[in-house]
């Protein structure tokens, strides 16, 4: 069931240009430093620091702001699709789970987001390679910079699908979006505890993992907790 | 007698609202049953809750005798229906529309056609819905209700935004499929004129309560034209009359006569005068069906 659930959904997807975002965003990323290194290039090379670690360094420093946002705008779209004529009592009156439903929705939005975090590490490691940089090529960093952040962000995955599917009125999880994608750029000065932190790979232990971990429990808790209220809620 | 749909004191409240007050319907198999209310009356909460997308406060439903709130899959696969507005993907053509609900069904792939000719869209099958026009996206949400063979089809004012000559097409093709499939067929509307027109038994719902339920010649009877006589004497000859076995009631000075022949009525009229009645006036009243139905409502507001 869930397999005919996600071709459902892909299907949807068709025309919406939902493959262009996906490929702008990990673009966008390097595209930056594409500016940073054609400008400064001679100031890194002063500074001794014209390497591959800190060029991933510099990537994954824009990575959690741009995953951030890569979430809001993608579970919305995808909520959109059903609010836009209320396609949920069509769909949810057919004879399948209303679990099924929300998990197909997660995974397709999983999905595209992985896409999104390959073409990253894929798009990091061109643009590196073309920098002409003497060290190795650190390929677990460049993979680990691409998808820690996407693991630690679940559960902001988790509430933002949560709140778009269950709220007609788009504003809100937008709101709640913007709020997150500001904290996600302020980072560094919020508290370890707050979920949009945790892209940024920092805490006071200086363990990525950590937030990697934390990412995936909360992020389970947090689908849950969605799914959950989606089956009990009445459709409008 | 075998009910495709069979509600117990179903009930749902929205806050403080009783939207829907403990309906018992039923819906024998093979009817075609008009759900028929003024617009907030609660018919949509109720087929809301047929379908299982609202949860009912209290109160079951029971669909092919089984119980919705444990086999809601079951039941589900065999029902179409089509709930308020229509509901589709703009950016999808017809055929991708249906193809998204065919897959879920698991239906083969060449019953979208037969839909689409059904409903008379096969010309513009590959053009995007969201160019269509309110008739022809209502037209798409019977196709789609129609996908999976259903036992069950459960329409909410499918007429809606339809120009005459679709109307009597839609109207047409329910009598059809319930004639010669015998599916089973719960129709909502505000309009009397439109069930009159093609239900077999009718459900009226009035402030979420149920105030009528039977077939459509019941409530035609209920409606037929009354024949009133004034004469002198008029309680005592009204006596006479129940005492020949006629059928006759009694208000305000007034005798009136219902569902009854011109035989009957002359009959009636030999009767009184033969006993020394005068009789002053014999006149008709005449109430429509519409004019029932607004006094069904009326009635159960009063409450």
Redesign the interface.
């Given at each position: 069931m869930i397999g005919k659930l996600l071709q459902v959904e892909f299907m949807k997807l068709k025309r919406k240009g939902i493959w262009f975002l996906v490929f702008l965003g990990p673009f966008g990323v390097v595209s930056l430093q594409m500016v940073n290194y054609g400008v400064r290039k001679e100031w890194f090379l002063h500074q001794g620091t014209y390497n591959w670690d800190y060029y991933v360094l510099n990537v994954s420093a824009i990575t959690p702001f741009a995953l951030i946002l890569g979430i809001v705008i993608l579970t919305s779209f995808m909520a959109s699709i059903e609010n836009e004529t209320n396609t949920w009592k069509q769909m949810l009156a057919l004879p399948i789970t209303r679990w099924s439903v929300y998990l197909s929705k997660y995974t397709t939005l999983l999905f595209l987001l992985i896409i999104a975090s390959s073409l990253l590490a894929i798009f990091s490691l061109l643009f590196g390679i073309y920098l002409d940089f003497q060290n190795d090529i650190p390929y677990v960093d460049i993979i680990r910079y691409s998808f820690y952040p996407l693991f630690a962000a679940l559960p902001v995955l988790g509430l933002q699908l949560w709140i778009s599917t269950v709220i007609q009125n788009q504003g809100l999880p937008i709101t709640v979006g913007v709020i997150g994608v500001i904290l996600a750029y302020m980072a560094y000065f919020i508290p370890d505890w707050l979920i949009w932190k945790w892209p940024s790979l920092d805490n006071q232990w200086n363990e990525p993992l950590l937030n990697v971990y934390w990412g995936l429990a909360v992020g389970i808790g947090i689908y849950f907790v969605g799914m959950i209220d989606f089956i009990r809620r009445d459709v409008k | 007698m075998e009910y495709i749909v069979e509600t117990n004191r179903l009930t749902k409240r929205f806050g403080k609202e009783l939207a829907v007050n403990g309906l018992d319907i039923k819906i024998p198999k093979g009817e075609i049953y008009g759900f028929l209310g003024p617009n907030g009356a609660g018919k949509t909460t109720t087929i809301?809750m047929l379908?299982?997308?609202?949860?009912p406060t209290s109160g079951t439903v029971k669909v092919f005798g089984k119980d919705l709130a444990k086999e809601?899959?079951?039941i589900?696969?065999q029902?179409g229906?089509l709930?308020?507005?229509?509901?589709?993907?703009?950016?999808?053509t017809a055929y991708?529309n249906l193809?998204?609900?065919r897959?879920?069904?698991?239906a083969p792939m060449e019953r979208i056609n037969d839909v689409l000719t059904i409903v008379g869209l096969s010309d513009v099958a590959k053009k995007k819905v969201k160019g269509f026009s309110l008739g022809m996206k209502q037209r798409l949400?019977i196709a789609?209700s129609l996908l999976n063979n259903p036992q069950l089809l459960i329409l909410d004012e499918p007429t809606n935004g339809l120009d005459p000559s679709g109307i009597i097409e839609i109207r047409n093709l329910l009598k059809q499929l319930a004639a010669e499939y015998g599916i089973t067929i719960l129709i909502s509307s505000h309009l009397l004129s439109e069930i009159d027109q093609i239900a077999t038994s009718v459900g009226v719902i009035s402030k979420g309560n149920l105030i009528f339920q039977d077939s459509i010649e019941s409530m035609r009877l209920y409606s037929m034209r009354k024949i009133l006589l004034k004469v002198n004497n008029s309680e005592r000859a009204w006596h006479l009359l129940i005492s020949r076995g006629v059928k006759a009631d009694y208000e305000k000075e007034i005798i009136s006569l219902s569902n009854m022949s011109d035989d009957d009525i002359a009959e009636v009229v030999r009767l009184l005068v033969e006993n020394g009645y005068s009789i002053y006036r014999v006149e008709e009243e005449k109430r429509s069906l519409e004019d029932t139905f607004l006094q069904m409502t009326s009635e159960a507001s009063g409450i």
């Amino acid at each position: 069931m869930i397999g005919k659930l996600l071709q459902v959904e892909f299907m949807k997807l068709k025309r919406k240009g939902i493959w262009f975002l996906v490929f702008l965003g990990p673009f966008g990323v390097v595209s930056l430093q594409m500016v940073n290194y054609g400008v400064r290039k001679e100031w890194f090379l002063h500074q001794g620091t014209y390497n591959w670690d800190y060029y991933v360094l510099n990537v994954s420093a824009i990575t959690p702001f741009a995953l951030i946002l890569g979430i809001v705008i993608l579970t919305s779209f995808m909520a959109s699709i059903e609010n836009e004529t209320n396609t949920w009592k069509q769909m949810l009156a057919l004879p399948i789970t209303r679990w099924s439903v929300y998990l197909s929705k997660y995974t397709t939005l999983l999905f595209l987001l992985i896409i999104a975090s390959s073409l990253l590490a894929i798009f990091s490691l061109l643009f590196g390679i073309y920098l002409d940089f003497q060290n190795d090529i650190p390929y677990v960093d460049i993979i680990r910079y691409s998808f820690y952040p996407l693991f630690a962000a679940l559960p902001v995955l988790g509430l933002q699908l949560w709140i778009s599917t269950v709220i007609q009125n788009q504003g809100l999880p937008i709101t709640v979006g913007v709020i997150g994608v500001i904290l996600a750029y302020m980072a560094y000065f919020i508290p370890d505890w707050l979920i949009w932190k945790w892209p940024s790979l920092d805490n006071q232990w200086n363990e990525p993992l950590l937030n990697v971990y934390w990412g995936l429990a909360v992020g389970i808790g947090i689908y849950f907790v969605g799914m959950i209220d989606f089956i009990r809620r009445d459709v409008k | 007698m075998e009910y495709i749909v069979e509600t117990n004191r179903l009930t749902k409240r929205f806050g403080k609202e009783l939207a829907v007050n403990g309906l018992d319907i039923k819906i024998p198999k093979g009817e075609i049953y008009g759900f028929l209310g003024p617009n907030g009356a609660g018919k949509t909460t109720t087929i809301r809750m047929l379908l299982g997308l609202m949860h009912p406060t209290s109160g079951t439903v029971k669909v092919f005798g089984k119980d919705l709130a444990k086999e809601r899959i079951e039941i589900l696969k065999q029902i179409g229906s089509l709930v308020e507005n229509p509901s589709y993907y703009p950016h999808l053509t017809a055929y991708e529309n249906l193809e998204t609900i065919r897959k879920i069904y698991g239906a083969p792939m060449e019953r979208i056609n037969d839909v689409l000719t059904i409903v008379g869209l096969s010309d513009v099958a590959k053009k995007k819905v969201k160019g269509f026009s309110l008739g022809m996206k209502q037209r798409l949400g019977i196709a789609a209700s129609l996908l999976n063979n259903p036992q069950l089809l459960i329409l909410d004012e499918p007429t809606n935004g339809l120009d005459p000559s679709g109307i009597i097409e839609i109207r047409n093709l329910l009598k059809q499929l319930a004639a010669e499939y015998g599916i089973t067929i719960l129709i909502s509307s505000h309009l009397l004129s439109e069930i009159d027109q093609i239900a077999t038994s009718v459900g009226v719902i009035s402030k979420g309560n149920l105030i009528f339920q039977d077939s459509i010649e019941s409530m035609r009877l209920y409606s037929m034209r009354k024949i009133l006589l004034k004469v002198n004497n008029s309680e005592r000859a009204w006596h006479l009359l129940i005492s020949r076995g006629v059928k006759a009631d009694y208000e305000k000075e007034i005798i009136s006569l219902s569902n009854m022949s011109d035989d009957d009525i002359a009959e009636v009229v030999r009767l009184l005068v033969e006993n020394g009645y005068s009789i002053y006036r014999v006149e008709e009243e005449k109430r429509s069906l519409e004019d029932t139905f607004l006094q069904m409502t009326s009635e159960a507001s009063g409450i």
